[in-house]
């Protein structure tokens, strides 16, 4: 069985835009946990584009599965994180100009603030995931930073142009997989998930996570919640069949 973590961030974003009080991000967490999700994802970005502090807030109140917090590892994040205490921190890089999260983090070069924040987990018993590249580098390095998991970025791969080339890189995100299993982390994956693209990484032996969000949530735009959580979960299914 692989845990489904929904990303509620552009429930936000769609009430943002209009800066309204709904589409409220808690409802819908509620609803993806109604539905079968295994937890909830959401990111505090420095400029708040999507999810704000009182939604996180809320959201640690609300959420009755596990609260995932994608942040940076700053100063202002880790006092946050360490103040509202969600169950998982995924630390992931961040810059202002980009629409989302463009690759996956240097744990090598951003030593002194990932342990900084690893420390904060250990004193608050929160569990600590990187979002890495299928690196191996960067997977020895999530492991001695003390990290307890790593989530594989699977964007090249979702966007992948030829069937080679997605093939290429469905390889490198296996080969990452096992050699982070092998390294005592656990693995997850996520970033640009769909219901098409999902099966095959699902189908890796070594994946016991996926954080998806703005492709549920468009789908939920067209068929409901409740349908997007559940029909992703299925596809979800077909590739745990092929293990």
Same mark, same amino acid.
């Given at each position: 069985?692989?845990?489904?973590?929904?990303?509620?961030?552009?429930? #936000? =974003?769609?009430?943002?835009?209009? %800066? =309204?009080?709904?589409?409220?991000?808690?409802?819908?967490?509620?609803?993806?946990?109604?539905?079968?999700? %295994?937890?909830?994802?959401?990111?505090? &970005?420095e400029d708040r584009r999507h999810i704000r502090d009182d939604d996180l807030s809320r959201l640690r109140a609300a959420v009755t599965?596990?609260?995932?917090?994608?942040?940076?590892?700053?100063? /202002?994040?880790?006092?946050?994180? /360490?103040?509202?205490?969600?169950?998982?921190?995924?630390?992931?890089?961040?810059?202002?100009?980009?629409?989302?999260?463009?690759?996956?983090?240097?744990?090598? *070069?951003?030593?002194?603030?990932?342990?900084?924040?690893?420390?904060?987990?250990? &004193?608050?018993?929160?569990? $600590?995931? !990187?979002?890495?590249?299928?690196? @191996?580098?960067?997977?020895?390095? *999530?492991?001695?930073?003390?990290?307890?998991?790593?989530?594989? +970025? =699977?964007?090249?791969?979702?966007?992948?142009?030829?069937?080679?080339?997605?093939?290429? $890189? @469905?390889? #490198? @995100?296996?080969?990452?997989?096992?050699?982070?299993?092998?390294?005592? $982390?656990?693995?997850?994956?996520?970033?640009? !998930?769909? &219901? +098409?693209?999902?099966?095959?990484?699902?189908?890796?032996?070594?994946?016991?996570? @996926?954080?998806?969000?703005?492709?549920?949530?468009? %789908?939920?735009?067209?068929?409901? $919640?409740?349908?997007?959580?559940?029909?992703?979960?299925?596809?979800? %299914?077909?590739?745990?069949?092929?293990?």
């Open positions: 069985m692989i845990r489904l973590h929904i990303n509620i961030d552009h429930v #936000a =974003t769609l009430r943002n835009a209009r %800066d =309204t009080l709904y589409p409220d991000p808690v409802l819908a967490a509620h609803l993806c946990e109604v539905a079968g999700a %295994d937890g909830i994802t959401c990111h505090l &970005r599965t596990l609260l995932n917090l994608e942040m940076a590892a700053t100063d /202002e994040m880790i006092g946050i994180a /360490e103040a509202v205490k969600p169950d998982v921190i995924t630390l992931v890089p961040e810059r202002r100009e980009e629409r989302t999260t463009e690759g996956g983090l240097d744990v090598i *070069s951003g030593r002194a603030q990932i342990q900084k924040t690893a420390r904060m987990c250990d &004193r608050a018993g929160i569990k $600590l995931s !990187l979002f890495i590249a299928p690196d @191996l580098k960067q997977i020895d390095a *999530s492991r001695d930073v003390g990290a307890d998991q790593i989530e594989l +970025h =699977t964007g090249d791969y979702a966007n992948g142009q030829t069937p080679q080339e997605r093939s290429r $890189l @469905l390889e #490198a @995100l296996v080969t990452g997989a096992v050699h982070g299993t092998e390294a005592g $982390l656990e693995v997850a994956a996520g970033h640009g !998930l769909t &219901r +098409h693209n999902v099966i095959e990484v699902a189908a890796i032996p070594e994946v016991c996570e @996926l954080n998806i969000g703005h492709a549920v949530i468009a %789908d939920a735009m067209l068929v409901g $919640l409740d349908r997007a959580v559940r029909d992703m979960r299925a596809a979800m %299914d077909r590739g745990i069949r092929r293990r």
